[in-house]
């Protein structure tokens, strides 16, 4: 099982290692055939819960599925016969992707109460602690840096420096915005957009808004 397969034809090919139908698989997931085979399509993804249950029905660890047999060599420590060939830094848990109205009112948001299944989650990358969230870019106030569509990391448990990029929330209206975040002397605490082009870039901090993470990582997917 390659780390360069989908999820879909992981899951695929475990299935048949197994000696299960789409079927079978589904009637012990608790989902219908079809749904089985949009999962192995590459339709639809299953939540982090419901690939659990998978992994356990199918014999291997959700880990495997998610990172290919790759994760077992660097859990048992396998040494590469090459040396020039290293495991990189390892993605342990997911983070589920929220909108911008639950990041707006992060602390009412609890991860368990999010639908697995209708929630997209992506590996956490190493820098981020256990409460990182993933959010979609939306709107040009942060190009050239992080174009729209671009998936962000944030961690709310990082203390914000100057310089760094943050979500934070408008106290006023409730509503979150993404800007870099700076502390000039006797300028006092600022957010600023990075597109230079950008009309009113700065908004001052001074008590309109609330810091609530910062961003830590950012992943481009392929656009077909």
């Not at 992981?10 to 012990?28: F, S």
């Not at 959010?135 to 998936?151: A, C, N, Q, T, W």
């Not at 990082?158 to 106290?171: H, Y």
């Not at 509503?175 to 605490?189: D, H, Q, S």
Request: charged share 25%; proline share 8%; glycine share 10%.
């Amino acid at each position: 099982m390659s780390a360069n397969e989908t999820l879909g034809e992981k899951i695929k090919r475990a299935r048949k290692a197994a000696g299960l139908t789409q079927k079978q698989l589904g009637d012990i997931v608790g989902v219908t055939r079809p749904a089985v085979g949009q999962w192995e399509s590459d339709i639809t993804s299953p939540g982090l819960s419901t690939l659990e249950v998978i992994a356990k029905a199918l014999g291997i660890s959700a880990q495997e599925l998610l990172y290919g047999s790759e994760y077992q060599v660097r859990e048992t420590g396998y040494r590469y016969d090459d040396d020039n060939v290293r495991p990189g830094p390892s993605m342990v848990g997911l983070v589920p992707q929220i909108s911008w109205v639950q990041a707006g009112s992060f602390t009412e948001v609890c991860f368990i109460d999010l639908d697995p299944d209708s929630t997209d989650w992506y590996p956490r990358p190493p820098n981020c602690g256990p409460h990182t969230f993933a959010l979609r870019v939306v709107g040009e106030s942060m190009l050239d840096k992080y174009p729209p569509g671009r998936i962000i990391f944030v961690d709310p448990d990082v203390i914000p420096l100057s310089g760094d990029d943050v979500v934070a929330v408008m106290t006023e209206t409730g509503e979150a915005t993404f800007k870099r975040y700076i502390e000039e002397p006797g300028a006092g605490r600022m957010l600023k957009a990075l597109n230079p082009d950008w009309k009113d870039p700065y908004v001052s901090i001074n008590g309109n808004c609330r810091v609530t993470g910062v961003v830590m990582a950012q992943m481009e997917l392929r656009q077909r």
